[in-house]
């Protein structure tokens, strides 16, 4: 089962703006931003990565260039492969809107205590339940195609945006749409999902400065017999990273 490294970009100037970009153009990183991802870059250094799939927008792609800048263990990282179905969720007509005018607005209560049932208003606004079904069908999907390219040590990178990373770590943890407010992901921050056959594992969420060079596979003896990937959960508690 490979590990999936969700990110999110780093800070952008509508962050800072306090304004909900979605997928308004030319919204870019800022400086905190750009710092970020390179210190991102420089944390991923001793891991390998089979892969980096990110979302289309310009703060995603700065963010993924940031990681991208820094070699790995086996040399250059790959060339990022662009999915839309990593993009931000689709928000309407509140894309562009200050969050404290949208504070305001009958819906933000709905997307608050029952974010299932909220499709937002206006041409090409999309419901929050779509977009964790489109980004966990692309989450699983790509992971798929790792282990069948890479083997199941492989570790890959999926650049997006905070309530789709959010969205996927809620579904893999079992937990209700609906509950999904209670994660947080913030920016530049990287939260770990490994896929076993039964069941998701989450390693890690939120993490903006820890130690990351523990999610490298470990080396494996030339004849060492290779372990069956388990989707058990050791009783007690396993012995963590290698």
Not at 194 to 214: E, H, I, K, Q, W
Request: glycine share 12%.
């Amino acid at each position: 089962m490979p590990t999936l490294l969700l990110v999110r970009h780093g800070r952008s100037t509508a962050n800072t703006a306090g304004v909900l970009a979605g997928w308004t153009p030319g919204v870019h990183l800022d400086d905190t931003g750009r710092e970020q991802a390179a210190a991102l870059g420089r944390r991923l250094a001793a891991v390998p990565l089979a892969a980096l799939v990110v979302s289309p927008l310009e703060r995603c792609q700065e963010t993924a260039a940031g990681i991208g800048a820094v070699d790995g263990p086996d040399g250059p990282r790959p060339a990022p492969l662009t999915d839309e179905r990593l993009g931000e969720c689709k928000y309407g007509d509140w894309t562009g809107r200050e969050i404290r005018a949208l504070t305001k607005e009958p819906l933000w209560r709905t997307v608050q205590q029952h974010p299932s049932a909220a499709v937002f208003p206006g041409p090409g606004g999309e419901g929050l339940a779509q977009m964790q079904h489109r980004a966990v069908s692309a989450v699983r999907e790509h992971d798929a195609r790792v282990a069948a390219e890479h083997g199941e040590d492989a570790v890959w990178v999926a650049v997006s945006h905070g309530d789709v990373i959010k969205a996927v770590l809620a579904d893999a943890l079992g937990m209700h749409l609906d509950l999904f407010q209670r994660v947080s992901a913030d920016p530049c921050s990287v939260s770990v999902v490994r896929y076993a056959p039964l069941r998701p594992f989450v390693l890690r969420m939120n993490d903006t400065g820890g130690d990351l060079s523990g999610l490298a596979p470990p080396r494996r003896r030339r004849r060492a017999r290779r372990a069956v990937p388990s989707s058990d959960a050791v009783v007690g508690g396993g012995t963590g990273a290698a």
